[in-house]
């Protein structure tokens, strides 16, 4: 087999049919499987799968973790390469794991990559900025990215999360390097880590925005700050990098970041209405980020009990994972 696509699964709702559509209409010359890790599924999506020819794997909620369940999957397949994508993550066209494994065999040092996601239609206005701008920044055609600065991946923290960037949204790695380094059993970031891994034994990393997904969301707003606390305290645990220090930097983080964004839906072409109603969201939103980063950046100081209490209160993974 060529390829194992490994799909972790709960409450994938009707778009996971879409998904699996599209991954069952690829056009290609690779023989491909797909496996799915399902942690307790309330809704259709167990009917779902059983439409398609797929492999299935049912755990207990309480089993799942985003590290370990995703190598469960790979374990269960034999593709030479192993693409990982979400329940939500949908193929931007019919030739995503063509363009995919073209590329990963372009290098022989290559040994994982990540693909482009486009944001969904119905996407909000900030996240679609950003997702553009984000994938952008990794090039406008297949880039591999290896350390090639020591010196300056030591000193240079933008350079660090540059290299180790990594989304198993839509990712593939090989095999044989999957067996000798699987993913970490981490609640969070299990993909930065194992990239960051990578980068640092010197191996080659693949950027291909041909091999696309559409992947966004549009979460309730009053969820960010559980998101958010979950993405910093995952940037710690891969860099150590702390983005609010204290109760000054909080203030003065909100006040720019939620500047540019006023700025920003200043300059789109809406209604007076419109644009009131994205600053309201704006000011909600950017005040969850900093306040999040804030209490992650403590987490990493506290005692064990102490980051019990927080991840209870805190964390969107531990409650998902506790439903």
């Not at 989304?167 to 990239?195: G, T």
Request: hydrophobic share 30%; charged share 30%.
């Amino acid at each position: 087999m060529d390829v194992s696509i490994v799909i972790p699964t709960k409450n994938g709702g009707e778009l996971f049919d879409e998904v699996l559509s599209m991954i069952f209409s690829q056009k290609t010359t690779y023989s491909y499987e797909v496996i799915c890790v399902d942690s307790g599924s309330s809704d259709q999506t167990i009917d779902t799968i059983k439409k398609y020819d797929c492999i299935l794997k049912q755990i207990p909620k309480e089993e799942f973790g985003h590290g370990k369940t995703r190598n469960l999957g790979a374990s269960l397949g034999t593709g030479e390469y192993i693409i990982f994508i979400t329940q939500d993550a949908k193929p931007y066209d019919c030739n995503w794991l063509q363009n995919f494994i073209d590329a990963m065999k372009s290098d022989s040092e290559i040994v994982g990559g990540f693909g482009k996601h486009y944001p969904y239609p119905d996407c909000n206005i900030f996240d679609k900025r950003d997702l553009t701008a984000l994938f952008k920044g990794y090039g406008e055609t297949n880039t591999i990215y290896q350390m090639e600065d020591k010196n300056r991946y030591q000193n240079d923290e933008g350079y660090r999360h540059l290299l180790s960037f990594y989304s198993d949204n839509n990712s593939c790695m090989r095999r044989d390097i999957w067996e000798k380094y699987p993913y970490d059993d981490v609640n969070f970031a299990e993909d930065q880590i194992w990239a960051k891994k990578m980068i640092e034994l010197g191996y080659k990393k693949l950027y291909c925005p041909y091999a696309a997904v559409y992947h966004s969301h549009n979460f309730p707003l009053e969820t960010y700050k559980q998101r958010y606390y979950d993405e910093y305290k995952g940037l710690y645990n891969v860099h150590q990098y702390v983005m609010v220090k204290d109760i000054p930097h909080l203030l003065v983080g909100f006040y720019r970041y939620l500047k540019n964004d006023l700025n920003y839906v200043n300059s789109l072409k809406m209604s007076n209405k419109e644009k009131k109603e994205w600053k309201k969201y704006a000011i909600k939103r950017d005040w969850y980020r900093f306040y999040a980063a804030y209490k992650a950046g403590k987490y990493h100081t506290c005692s064990k009990e102490k980051q019990e209490k927080m991840d209870k209160k805190f964390s969107q993974q531990v409650r998902q994972i506790n439903q």
